[in-house]
């Protein structure tokens, strides 16, 4: 997450001797670290259904002039599809907190950014009827840092960094490859999901 990162510095000419075998440029992605003085936040971010408009219209061949009907594919007519909304919501609570455990000598970060992710994506079915299917997705980002001084010109640190992810429920948009069910009399298109 961006809330681990202080600052990116990018060089692409003029490297020091210490990236000397670099050819294209170098990119430092530089970690928060604690201070001399305490400081901390609490955040969230949040994005729903409710707050976003409405899908982007689609063109698609119309499904009811299909070849199973007696009509050449290639004659099928244009039609425009207006998606429907699933209900979804993405929510990313995290606070962070640094300062000093020793006065100019040792430093504290600690920071955690969980990421829950709930989408409820419902499909109309013929044969069955609209269903739900339940998905969740949540990954955990927890970072922790120490910042030592052992002398004027040594200086040592450890960083900790946990990241756990836990899914539960139908996985249907961002899978491995798309499921398909065979239903009579059913023509529908879901993100991965094609049933037939």
Do not use: C
Not at 152 to 161: A, I, T
């Amino acid at each position: 997450p961006m809330e681990f990162i202080q600052e990116v510095v990018v060089k692409s000419s003029g490297f020091e001797a210490e990236h000397g075998g670099a050819l294209g440029g170098v990119i430092n992605v530089i970690q928060k670290r604690g201070s001399n003085s305490w400081h901390g936040s609490i955040f969230t971010y949040y994005e729903g259904d409710a707050l976003d408009s409405a899908p982007n219209r689609t063109l698609r061949r119309d499904p009811t002039t299909s070849a199973s009907l007696g009509v050449p594919y290639v004659d099928q007519t244009a039609q425009y599809v207006q998606p429907k909304k699933d209900h979804y919501r993405f929510w990313t609570p995290g606070f962070e907190a640094g300062g000093d455990l020793v006065k100019d000598r040792l430093w504290l970060f600690l920071s955690t950014v969980p990421s829950l992710d709930r989408r409820e994506p419902t499909v109309n079915m013929t044969a069955v009827g609209p269903r739900t299917f339940l998905e969740s997705n949540d990954p955990y980002y927890s970072l922790a840092r120490l910042d030592l001084r052992a002398s004027n010109k040594v200086r040592l640190f450890g960083s900790w960094q946990y990241n756990y992810e836990k899914g539960r429920g139908a996985n249907f948009a961002g899978g491995a490859g798309p499921l398909t069910l065979t239903l009579p009399n059913a023509d529908y298109a879901w993100g991965g999901l094609n049933t037939t």
